[in-house]
């Protein structure tokens, strides 16, 4: 019996073990490899969670072909919708797929250790500086630079996603209600979840006709 299958597309040779898990030969290697690729992208990555987006997606679909586009793109609307910050959220989820609850626990212990530890570094050197205007404009900058890569993620999110005017009517629509009236994200995402599922179902029942009467010509 062959062991090939449709997750072969998974670089190194990936095999689906039935599980949803991708077998990539060494369930150890692979759990390093998670720790140290989400541990850099802790690491080096600035911004938090959002500004942390496309370097996830280039991570997981790019360059280690654990997931495809569409499945990076279902993974950021899963994780955005639960609570959480969405990059442990995100890491938690890929680990989950590539190698179980112990790539979960790899690659979110990666991705959340840098920043446990600097920011304790953090917090006590600020305490020995106190007020700083050299840090305060660092900080400022900062500030600014996180707001145009947040920016790029909306972007980059958008040409993926929004290719119908349902599409643009919900993101308009949540725009809307959250930046002007103020409502909650909690209840945006539901009532987004809910828009959907009306839509699917409504597109199902409008393909049923057309598909009984291929079946009864045949």
Same mark, same amino acid.
């Given at each position: /019996?062959? /062991?090939?299958?449709?997750?072969? $597309?998974? $670089?190194?040779?990936?095999?689906?073990?039935?599980?949803?898990?991708?077998?990539?030969?060494?369930?150890?290697?692979?759990?390093?490899?998670?720790?140290?690729?989400? +541990? $850099?992208?802790?690491? *080096?990555?600035?911004?938090?969670? /959002?500004?942390?987006?496309?370097?996830?997606?280039?991570?997981?679909?790019?360059?280690?072909?654990?997931?495809?586009?569409?499945?990076?793109?279902?993974?950021?609307? +899963?994780?955005?919708?639960?609570?959480?910050?969405?990059?442990?959220?995100?890491?938690?989820?890929?680990?989950?797929?590539? !190698?179980?609850?112990?790539?979960?626990?790899?690659?979110?212990?990666? @991705?959340?250790?840098?920043?446990?530890?600097?920011?304790?570094?953090?917090?006590?050197?600020?305490?020995?500086?106190?007020?700083?205007?050299?840090?305060?404009?660092? *900080?400022?900058? #900062?500030?600014?630079?996180? !707001?145009?890569?947040?920016? @790029?993620?909306? #972007?980059?999110?958008?040409?993926?996603?929004?290719?119908?005017?349902?599409?643009?009517?919900? /993101?308009?629509?949540?725009?809307?209600? %959250?930046?002007?009236?103020?409502?909650?994200?909690?209840?945006?995402?539901?009532?987004?979840?809910?828009?959907? %599922? *009306?839509?699917?179902? %409504?597109?199902?029942?409008?393909? $049923?006709?057309?598909?009984?009467?291929?079946?009864?010509?045949?």
């Amino acid at each position: /019996m062959s /062991m090939k299958n449709g997750t072969d $597309k998974h $670089k190194g040779g990936g095999r689906d073990t039935g599980e949803g898990v991708v077998d990539h030969g060494g369930t150890g290697r692979l759990m390093g490899k998670l720790f140290w690729e989400f +541990l $850099k992208l802790g690491l *080096f990555t600035i911004g938090g969670g /959002m500004a942390m987006i496309p370097q996830m997606q280039r991570l997981a679909s790019e360059d280690n072909r654990w997931l495809s586009r569409e499945e990076v793109v279902d993974c950021i609307a +899963l994780s955005q919708s639960l609570p959480g910050i969405i990059a442990i959220n995100m890491a938690t989820y890929i680990g989950r797929r590539i !190698c179980g609850v112990r790539g979960a626990v790899a690659a979110t212990t990666g @991705v959340v250790l840098p920043s446990f530890v600097i920011i304790l570094a953090a917090v006590l050197a600020l305490g020995q500086i106190g007020d700083n205007p050299w840090l305060a404009g660092a *900080f400022l900058g #900062v500030k600014a630079a996180v !707001c145009g890569l947040i920016l @790029v993620t909306a #972007v980059r999110l958008g040409r993926q996603i929004l290719r119908s005017p349902f599409h643009w009517v919900l /993101m308009i629509g949540s725009l809307i209600a %959250i930046g002007f009236l103020g409502i909650n994200a909690v209840w945006v995402v539901l009532a987004g979840a809910l828009a959907g %599922i *009306f839509r699917c179902l %409504i597109v199902t029942r409008e393909e $049923k006709p057309g598909q009984t009467g291929e079946g009864g010509e045949r």
